[in-house]
């Protein structure tokens, strides 16, 4: 079915779950990764390197596991999770970059805890990753965690999973779903795989344009044969944004604009949109519409 057999390994002593860690054997972990087959190894750091390592000693022990598993397995995807210890420190920026020269994805926001207030946590890995657009492309991305984390148990609703989806899409993480699938149900399953969501996250960049409008901003980037634009109300009420299709990168006096998750399709010469407080929407803007002039003041 084309699946990749993927590891998950650290480079100090021990994993986050306490088994062996592969301080001092990364080639020979490397080789042993090779012969089983593997194609994907995600690395951590959960302890158990000499004391007072510092951020560069640190950055040059995750370049050289990488390397040694780009010798291996020279189409290996690295995935690393430098970035995560310097955030919200100086030294943040700097791992970013580093990590975009040897690794595939590196993680740039926290871990997601399922049971913490979603909208937040969603939005609060959007603001992580939104000024990192630079260091994205293909083949290189930043990662702002699993999709659908512990869904059912994690008591997510439907409404979660998508606001989670688009804000994945519109930044081009990777979607590695962390779930039980047998346990989802069809509308899940269907969002997971929805294809324009997928098209907007394989689009080949990462969103870099956002613009506000009160408390609701709107994140823009060319996908899925239009513009994409992913609504966020950053707000703590509900509210009614208003962008002009110029604010929004469409070169047109009209447009038609999709919802990905509905469907719906409605023709415009403004995007007006009403959200509740930490929600999303996740829209695909395609013109010129059939109805020159038109204008949508509907609050959708």
Known sequence: MGLMFGIYEAIGKRTCQHYPGSW????????????????????????????????????????????DLRSGIPSVVYSEELPIHSIGKPGFLSTVRSSSGFARMWRVAPDEYPLDKVGPMILGH???????????????????????????????SR???????????????????????????????????????IAIDQSGSQASTAVMSGTMEAVVKSADGGTAVLLVN??????????????????????RVENVWTGSTHPVGELVYKLPPWHTALLVLKGPSASPGLRDTRAW
């Open 126 to 156: 959007l603001a992580d990753d939104l000024h990192l657009s630079v260091f994205a492309g293909p083949g290189h991305w930043n990662d702002l965690d699993m999709v659908a984390p512990d869904m059912p148990a994690s008591g997510w």
């Open 234 to 255: 950053l707000g703590r009420k509900a509210v009614t944004g208003r962008f002009s299709l110029a604010q929004l990168k469409v070169a047109a006096r009209t447009a």
């Open 24 to 67: 001092g054997h990364y080639a020979q972990d490397a080789k042993t990764f090779a012969q089983w087959g593997v194609n994907f190894v995600k690395i951590d750091e959960c302890g158990g390197l000499p004391a007072s390592t510092s951020m560069d000693a640190l950055t040059e022990e995750f370049r050289s596991y990488g390397s």
């Open 159 to 197: 409404a979660d999973l998508q606001s989670q989806l688009s804000v994945w899409a519109e930044e081009a993480s990777p979607l590695l779903i962390s779930a039980d699938l047998s346990k989802l149900n069809s509308g899940e399953l269907a969002d997971l795989k929805n294809p324009n969501m």
